[in-house]
């Protein structure tokens, strides 16, 4: 189902990040794709299925990533597609959806408020409501991430996953513990969106009333219980990082890897610089999970010279 494009992506040591990290590094690469994010492995999926059997007719809510997916794996496959988004989302995400030919309908609010929107969408219009996480397709799409790690990789300790809805964690997750149950599997969020992480600590739904990070892709307020489950299935450990050492890691991945990266990708490397006694001596795998980044804010995050190219 999925388009070869999405798979097989790159899987390799980058050994120039290990002394300043103290372990043995593996990068997932998930960029270096057409929507530049791991995302459209599950919305491929989604959208085979409905092609063949579904309505023609989707919508979904975004931050941004999933939303660029589903327009490009609805467009190749004739499906129209509607993604809700804040309008305080980043720009060149919000461009990209718009360029793929999805439409594209902003609210004044969070992530939380896009996701309320677009359920009353589907059910107004009567089309396919797609929900990151929640629907089983998104969370298999990213899956096969953890069937090309334990695959292909050489023997690892940890493996470290970007917590947001929890798909990718989840997805991974399920794969390495069944696969490979001995290697760890840690999840990361950043302090200022922590919802989910306290969810998994006390074994049960955790909201909070507002998020204040960089990290947008991963700044839910109100985890899903069903996903909430099957994190706590599969997760060893979430922890939780500030914001400097999220902009540490990403100006880390592109001084000593050569990538640009959105801060939610970093979140694997903040948690090595935060926590550099337990996962010293490791061989630590970390899934950069995507490279939708505004520049400006970029140049403002790693203080860095980024020329951006037409």
């Not at 790690?149 to 997750?173: K, N, Q």
Request: glycine fraction near 8%.
């Amino acid at each position: 189902m999925i388009d070869p494009v999405f798979l097989d992506t790159p899987l390799y040591r980058c050994e120039a990040l290990e002394p300043r990290l103290g372990c043995t590094v593996s990068i997932k690469l998930e960029t270096a794709n057409p929507v530049r994010s791991f995302k459209a492995r599950g919305t491929e999926v989604v959208a085979s299925l409905l092609a063949d059997h579904g309505p023609r007719a989707v919508v979904c809510a975004s931050a941004g990533n999933l939303g660029q997916a589903l327009a490009w794996s609805g467009r190749s496959r004739g499906l129209e597609v509607t993604v809700v988004a804040s309008r305080f989302a980043s720009a060149a995400k919000l461009d990209r959806i718009r360029a793929l030919e999805a439409g594209l309908e902003l609210v004044d609010g969070d992530f939380e408020m896009a996701r309320e929107r677009a359920v009353a969408v589907a059910r107004h219009e009567g089309i396919r409501l797609v929900e990151d996480s929640l629907d089983i397709e998104t969370c298999e799409g990213a899956a096969t991430i953890g069937l090309e790690l334990v695959d292909r990789a050489p023997s690892f300790d940890t493996v470290l996953i970007a917590l947001g809805g929890g798909a990718l964690a989840t997805g991974v997750g399920h794969v390495v513990k069944a696969l490979a149950p001995e290697v760890e599997v840690v999840c990361i969020q950043p302090l200022g969106a922590p919802a989910m992480t306290h969810s998994w600590r006390r074994r049960s739904v955790v909201t909070t009333d507002s998020t204040d990070t960089i990290a947008d892709g991963v700044a839910g307020r109100r985890p899903i219980p069903a996903v909430l489950d099957d994190l706590l299935l599969v997760a060893d450990d979430a922890v939780l990082v500030e914001e400097a050492s999220i902009i540490a890691g990403m100006r880390m991945l592109l001084d000593h890897a050569g990538l640009v990266v959105e801060p939610s990708a970093a979140l694997g490397i903040a948690a090595i610089l935060e926590n550099r006694d337990r996962f010293a001596g490791r061989h630590v795998a970390t899934v950069v999970c995507g490279s939708n980044v505004d520049v400006d804010a970029y140049r403002r995050w790693v203080n860095t010279p980024f020329t951006s190219r037409p």
